[in-house]
C-alpha cells in the first residue's frame, strides 16, 4: 500500500513540475534552453556569451536605417525593378513600419517610397476600362488594390479604379480556384512539407495572406469559397510536419531543409499578418519548436536570409536581444554580416553567390530580411476591423 502511495505521490510531483516547467519562451540562460534548442560545442565557442548592449542597440538602428536607404536607391535607379519584384518592391519597404517601433520620420520615408512604388505599378492601369479585365490578372491585382487602400487617402480614385478591375478580374473567373491556380483540396491532403509540394505550399501561404487581407475592404468582391480560404489553409499548416535539420545528412546545408525552413519563417506571417501581430505558442506549438530546434543548425550554415528570417520569427513571440539569447545571437551575426560587407547590406555575398550575377529579387532580400530581423517592434493588439481582429475570430487568443 505504501508502495502504491508513493508511487501516485511521485506521479503527481512528476506532473506538476511539468505543469511548471514547460519550454521556455524567452531564454536569457543557455543552460535552461532544452538540449534541443543549444548550439553544437564548435559553434559555442564563438558565440558571445556578454548580455546585449546600448551600443548594439545604436549599431542595429543604424544597420536598419541603411536597409532602408538601400532597397529605396536601388529602386530609384532602376524602375524595372519595381516592375520585376511587383507587390514585393512594396512590401519589401512597408512590412519595416508594421508594428513599428521606428523613429515616425523614419516611417513616413518607408511609406512614402512604398506609395511610390505602387503607383508605378498601378498607373498603366488607369486609362483601362475596369470592365476589360481577364481572370489572369487577378493574382497581380489584388495585391495592388490591398495596397490602394492601405496607402492612399480615402476617396483616391486611383484606389475606386484598381478596386473595379480587380472585382471585374475575379468575376472573369469560373472558380476560386480558376483565380488562384491552387486545388486547395488536394494540397491540404498532404501533411508533410516535401520537396514536391514546397512551392504550392508557398502559394498558399501567399494567398492565404492576400484573401484575409482583402476582407477588411469591403468594396473588394470575395466568394464565401475565398473568405474560407485563410482559416483552412491555416488548420493545415499550423500541424504541418516539418522535417528539422538532423533529419537531412548535410543538417541544415541540405536544400530540401532549407526550403522547408524557409516555408517555416513564412508560414508565421499568416496569423500576424506579416508582422503586425502578436504570435502565440499555443497558435502552433509544432511551429514554435521548429524555429528553437532549427535555429543553431541555420546560424552555423551561414545562410543571412534564413538567420535573419528566423530572428524575425522569434521577436514575434516577443523575444528580443536582451530577453532570449537565441536572438541576440542571431541579431550578431547580422549585424557582423553588415560590418564585414562594409556596412552595405547589398554588397553581402553568400558562398553560392559570388560568381553570379544577382537578380533585383536577391538584392533587395539582403537589406530586407535583415532589417525585419534587426529591428524592434511593437506589435498591434488585434481589435475587430483589424487583419489581427479578423484572424482571432477563428484563432482563439491563447496568451505565451
Request: charge should be negative; charged fraction near 30%.
Amino acid at each position: 500500500m505504501r508502495l502504491i502511495v508513493l508511487a501516485i505521490l511521485s506521479l503527481v510531483l512528476s506532473s506538476a513540475s511539468m505543469a511548471k516547467d514547460p519550454d521556455p519562451l524567452w531564454v536569457r540562460d543557455p543552460a535552461r534552453m532544452p538540449a534541443s534548442w543549444r548550439p553544437s560545442a564548435v559553434l559555442q565557442e564563438h558565440l558571445n556569451p556578454a548580455p546585449w548592449s546600448q551600443s548594439e542597440t545604436k549599431d542595429a538602428e543604424r544597420a536598419l536605417t541603411a536597409a532602408v536607404d538601400e532597397m529605396i536607391g536601388y529602386f530609384e535607379r532602376k524602375p524595372s525593378s519595381v516592375k520585376s519584384l511587383w507587390d514585393d518592391s512594396i512590401e519589401a519597404l512597408i512590412q519595416l513600419t508594421y508594428a513599428s517601433a521606428n523613429k515616425p520620420e523614419l516611417d513616413a520615408k518607408i511609406r512614402d517610397a512604398a506609395r511610390k512604388n505602387l503607383t508605378l505599378l498601378i498607373t498603366p492601369y488607369l486609362s483601362r476600362d475596369p470592365d476589360t479585365a481577364r481572370c489572369e490578372e487577378f493574382e497581380s491585382l489584388l495585391p495592388l488594390a490591398i495596397f490602394a487602400h492601405r496607402l492612399y487617402p480615402g476617396g483616391d480614385p486611383r484606389t475606386d479604379l484598381v478596386m473595379k478591375r480587380t472585382n471585374a478580374a475575379f468575376r472573369a473567373c469560373d472558380s476560386l480556384e480558376d483565380a488562384t491556380g491552387i486545388d486547395l483540396k488536394k494540397i491540404l491532403a498532404d501533411p508533410v512539407a516535401r520537396k514536391e509540394n514546397v512551392e504550392d505550399l508557398f502559394d498558399v501561404y501567399l494567398w492565404s495572406l492576400w484573401l484575409i487581407e482583402a476582407e477588411l475592404f469591403p468594396d473588394i468582391e470575395l466568394s464565401p469559397e475565398a473568405r474560407a480560404f485563410g482559416p483552412k489553409a491555416w488548420k493545415h499548416f499550423a500541424t504541418l510536419r516539418l522535417a528539422g535539420a538532423d533529419e537531412f545528412e548535410d543538417g541544415a546545408l541540405d536544400d530540401e531543409f532549407n526550403t522547408i525552413a524557409d516555408l517555416a519563417t513564412h508560414i508565421v506571417h499568416i496569423p500576424t499578418g506579416t508582422h503586425r501581430f502578436p504570435l502565440y505558442v499555443t497558435d502552433s506549438p509544432e511551429l514554435y519548436r521548429f524555429h528553437r530546434e532549427n535555429f543553431y543548425p541555420v546560424l552555423q550554415s551561414g545562410d543571412l536570409d534564413l538567420i535573419a528570417s528566423f530572428v524575425d520569427s522569434l521577436r514575434q513571440y516577443g523575444c528580443t536581444p536582451e530577453t532570449d539569447v537565441q536572438v541576440r545571437d542571431g541579431a550578431r551575426y547580422l549585424l557582423k554580416a553588415f560590418h564585414e560587407s562594409n556596412d552595405n547590406w547589398m554588397r553581402y555575398r553568400g558562398d553560392d553567390e559570388k560568381s553570379v550575377d544577382l537578380s533585383d529579387y536577391d538584392r533587395i532580400h539582403h537589406p530586407w530580411t535583415a532589417a525585419l530581423g534587426l529591428r524592434d517592434r511593437r506589435p498591434e493588439p488585434a481589435r475587430a476591423g483589424t487583419y489581427g481582429g479578423l484572424v482571432r475570430r477563428w484563432l482563439p487568443h491563447h496568451k505565451n
